[in-house]
């Protein structure tokens, strides 16, 4: 069955109502239809909205104020409908006026049914492909306005004869502005280096088979002022014969992939920082430890000699010598495990205002009288799990780092606030988790540092002061004490603009601990067992001797292994296990748990002088302020041990 098609309808303008009628028949005849009949463009133009014809058949010369050439055009540019002018007026100037409105054909008066006939099929075909056409080119244009880049045509003498919306966005120039004008004047870029202009290359610079490559570095600058990175890249438009007609310029806004980019390079700058640090801080970490060794023997056996010759004698002034000198190292090596994050004192509650309060009288004698000190400390700074020294040495590095910088004076600012740190700001960081975080901000105005200086200011031992007037440390310790707390250092520096670090340190909600209830320089005594276990022997026999000084009965070994056979072997009680961290095939928290199956009363002191786990191994465990740091004197091992024994005796009275 073939499928029946709709007749073309065609309507008519004409205000002699003879020849309308004869054209209406006639038309018939053919085997169109006829939409209507007007007489004047106004009613001509109001049939064609609500009839919608294939086709208008237009008399130029209609009755009212606008002929047949204005009512045409109005129906061509409202509703792109193809018109055939029916006149009998063929002199020139009517003619030329007609030819304006892009006519789809003419038919003279008196017309004959074959000419209209071809006139009107062609028209129809003719209007086919001009939809077509019109289609295709709403279609690209459309493709155009909906891509992410900017584009911008040119004709043959570089003059711009297209803009898509992204171009007019990004250039601050709107299509009819720019039309016509050299591509040079709409598009100004430059290096985003060297801020230098950056030339777009002319039509006749560019060779006929080269397009320009993509170029980066580059900045547009819009008509405004506004800066933009971009992408660009040229090349030629021909047409079918092979000539040249113009170029295309293509530019794509990059600000995102850059914020990408530096975001990816300041993350991978990171980590090189911590792959560089974590290297030196195992070797630094390493020797510590075994310092630290040494400094237990050394200084336990100083002061046992120290005990024993008296104030009066000959050498006490030399022993007194060596003893200050092995604090001092001692000292040292704690700046060197807190640089290396393997410093193991065991952090616990602490108030941020009141930590900083502590050191502020040192500060005040620090600080020149040239300078200017602010401290502004937020009441609800709240309190960090923390180590109040490492604190301590945080802020006072950055002081002396910041009155360094003020050699003429200024200004400097301590302030503590709480804030909390989104994903997006953590993800950027290593260990560092969203959240609630104090922040500790020291600020000067002095002297600046370059972007060469930042990048190497938190490297250990490097220093831009006078040989002998810094190590080069100081940084280096607050960056390892920082990571060390699973915190965020920033700096922010420019030459001459001064310098603000802030220290981002995470907020707890546990309450700072009571203190210990002994004097510092107090020794309790006891009388219970202990097994004290290290494969050092010095500082094995320190221990032990400074144990059974203060009344308690001890029993030692110098291995794992053998501590293990002692807790089979020994018939009393054995009320406290003091073990080293690290030792060979069994380190102390495996003993430990060990001895608590062959004794589940025992309970346990650590003491190392370093182990890259024991803190997170403590922490695990929930012991972990049963724990303290070689080197150690008779009166902390003392107060340790007396304060983990009165527990357990109050914990369980009929133990």
């Not at 700058?269 to 400094?295: C, P, T, W, Y």
């Not at 406290?576 to 069994?586: G, H, N, T, Y």
Request: proline share 4%; with cysteine; glycine share 6%.
């Amino acid at each position: 069955m073939i499928e029946a098609t709709t007749p073309t309808s065609i309507l008519i303008v004409e205000d002699e109502s003879i020849v309308a009628w004869d054209l209406q028949h006639t038309l018939e005849r053919l085997g169109y239809t006829v939409a209507g009949i007007a007489d004047n463009a106004k009613d001509a133009l109001k049939l064609a909205e609500t009839e919608t014809p294939d086709l208008v058949l237009q008399d130029i010369m209609i009755k009212g104020e606008d002929n047949g050439i204005v009512s045409s055009k109005q129906i061509s540019e409202k509703l792109h409908l193809p018109v055939i002018f029916l006149t009998a007026y063929s002199d020139s100037p009517t003619l030329e006026k007609a030819k304006a409105t892009l006519p789809y054909g003419y038919i003279l008066k008196p017309f004959n049914e074959r000419d209209m006939h071809t006139t009107i099929e062609m028209a129809l075909e003719l209007h086919k492909s001009r939809e077509q056409l019109r289609e295709a080119e709403e279609h690209y244009a459309t493709i155009l306005e909906s891509t992410c880049d900017a584009v911008i045509a040119t004709d043959i003498k570089g003059n711009v004869t297209f803009m898509n919306h992204i171009a007019s966005r990004l250039s601050g120039w709107v299509l009819t502005e720019a039309s016509g004008k050299p591509l040079g004047d709409v598009i100004n870029i430059i290096n985003e280096h060297t801020r230098q202009p950056v030339y777009i290359r002319e039509n006749d610079e560019i060779e006929e088979t080269d397009t320009m490559p993509v170029t980066s570095h580059s900045i547009l600058l819009s008509k405004n002022g506004d800066e933009c990175p971009i992408e660009d890249s040229t090349a030629h438009v021909y047409n079918r014969k092979g000539e040249m007609t113009g170029s295309v310029t293509i530019l794509r806004d990059i600000s995102d992939r850059k914020k990408h980019e530096d975001a990816l390079a300041k993350k991978e700058a990171e980590l090189r920082q911590l792959q560089k640090m974590d290297s030196v801080g195992r070797l630094a970490g390493g020797i510590a430890h075994d310092f630290n060794n040494m400094l237990t023997a050394i200084l336990g056996y100083s002061r046992f000699v120290l005990d024993g010759v008296g104030e009066d004698h000959k050498v006490t002034e030399d022993v007194k010598e060596i003893i200050k000198t092995g604090e001092r190292a001692a000292d040292l090596t704690k700046q060197i495990l807190a640089f290396s994050r393997r410093a193991h004192t065991p952090a616990h509650s602490i108030l941020v205002n009141q930590t900083i309060k502590e050191v502020e009288p040192m500060l005040r004698r620090t600080i020149d009288s040239g300078i200017n000190f602010v401290l502004k400390l937020d009441e609800n700074a709240g309190a960090i799990l923390a180590e109040p020294v490492q604190i301590h040495q945080i802020v006072m590095n950055l002081v002396v780092n910041a009155c360094d910088a003020m050699p003429r004076g200024g200004n400097l600012f301590i302030s503590s606030s709480l804030v909390e740190l989104n994903e997006e700001e953590c993800k950027l960081h290593p260990d560092v988790t969203a959240g609630d975080y104090a922040k500790i901000s020291v600020k000067d105005t002095g002297t600046g540092m370059s972007k060469e200086i930042r990048e190497f200011v938190f490297d250990p031992f490097f220093t831009t002061k006078e040989i002998g007037k810094g190590t080069g440390l100081g940084l280096s310790i607050v960056y390892g004490i920082v990571r060390q707390y699973k915190g965020l250092i920033e700096l922010t520096s420019h030459p001459d603009q001064g310098t603000e670090i802030n220290i981002f340190l995470p907020a707890t909600d546990a309450l700072p601990e009571t203190p210990s209830r002994f004097k510092k320089d107090e020794v309790p005594r006891g009388a219970e067992t202990i097994l004290v276990v290290d494969d050092e022997l010095p500082v094995l026999n320190y221990t032990t001797r400074a144990l059974k000084q203060i009344g308690y009965k001890v029993i030692s070994a110098d291995h794992p292994f053998k501590a293990l056979a002692l807790c089979d072997q020994y018939e009393g009680d054995i009320d406290l296990l003091v073990s080293d961290v690290v030792m060979p095939e069994m380190n102390g928290f495996q003993l430990s748990e060990a001895c608590k199956e062959k004794r589940p009363e025992i309970n346990v002191l650590f003491i190392s002088g370093y182990t890259e786990n024991s803190y997170t191994q403590l922490g695990a465990t929930g012991i972990v302020h049963s724990f303290i740091p070689k080197p150690f004197t008779v009166e902390t091992i003392s107060q340790k041990v007396r304060d983990i024994l009165d527990k357990v005796h109050s914990d369980h009275p009929n133990a």
